[in-house]
């Protein structure tokens, strides 16, 4: 008799959770958002997923173009693609500015192109904008030249 009630219990706690789980007419649930909350822009790790003049080139063996914003000292530090990035930038509001950036000086075989196309977005990016876990850099004329995706580290 107790198994039996035992078992009502269960099966009367599943049934209320599950009712609790309604979808609204579009299909989607209510109890959930699609919504990503946008993802802060200093100490996330920014892959390059997109410039102006299109994807972006992967090389095995070669670290992938990125950027953190280090909130100590306004540091930017990453990789090209091919060389290691460092740098500083400066922050108002919704403007963003890359200063004093450098890189390491390896002669890379693939992935230049990537590399200068990268350094020469940074140098020109005057916006950004995140939208979710995407960052979108733009320059002065508000167009977008560049795109990266957060990647989570752990």
């Known amino acids: 008799m107790k198994k039996i009630a035992g078992y009502s219990l269960l ?9 609790c789980a309604t979808q609204s007419p579009d ?21 390059l997923t997109e410039l102006a003049n299109g994807q972006v080139e992967t090389v095995d063996n070669q670290r992938e173009a990125h950027f953190v914003l280090h909130t100590d000292n306004q540091r930017v530090a990453g990789a090209t693609g091919c060389n290691q990035l460092m740098g500083s930038y400066a922050l ?6 890359f200063q004093q950036l450098g890189t390491t000086m390896m002669a890379c ?5 990537t590399e200068r196309a990268f350094l020469t977005a940074l140098n020109q990016t005057d916006t950004w904008e995140i939208d979710g876990n995407t960052l979108t850099l733009s320059n ?15």
């Open 11 to 19: 099966l009367g706690l599943t049934l209320a959770a599950a009712g």
């Open 27 to 47: 299909g989607s649930s209510d109890g959930a958002s699609d919504n990503t909350p946008d993802v802060a822009l200093a100490n996330t790790y920014w892959k």
């Open 92 to 97: 108002d509001d919704q403007q963003i500015a």
């Open 140 to 154: 002065d004329d508000a167009q977008p030249i560049a795109h990266f995706e957060a990647v989570a580290l752990y």
């Open 109 to 113: 075989q693939d992935g230049a192109d």
